[in-house]
């Protein structure tokens, strides 16, 4: 199980990267169209780093959860909590449909968090 939380997490992770790695992106040229005379970055550029962020985190802890599935797993759940607030804060600035899309990604990697922990509990058990 602790497996399987893993690759439900990676699988939710890599999803994350995929929409919120583009609307930053395209983020970035539309806040420096302003501004001619140097670069500011804004608060919607800063919330798609963190979408970034998270979703590299939910990747690298969903690695780790193959190996150690009970940490792994709880800190998957506070990324993907952390990183569903992002998604949440990226709907006005964005549009719903990346918001709505990289929630679900979170909710995916947070499912796989919880079959890590579960895992783990379940080994400790034994």
Do not use: D
């Amino acid at each position: 199980m602790g497996k399987n939380g893993g690759i439900i997490a990676i699988l939710g992770g890599v999803l994350g990267l995929l929409v919120a790695a583009p609307v930053t992106a395209l983020m970035g040229g539309y806040v420096t169209l302003p501004f001619q005379g140097g670069y500011f970055p804004s608060y919607s550029e800063y919330i798609g780093w963190a979408a970034i962020l998270f979703s590299l985190l939910a990747i690298v802890f969903g690695v780790v959860a193959f190996t150690r599935p009970l940490p792994a797993g709880k800190a998957l759940m506070v990324v993907s909590i952390s990183g569903g607030v992002a998604g949440i804060a990226l709907a006005p600035l964005f549009g719903l449909v990346p918001a709505v899309v990289f929630v679900a990604c979170m909710v995916l990697s947070f499912v796989g968090g919880v079959a890590a922990v579960h895992s783990g509990q379940h080994k400790r058990e034994h």
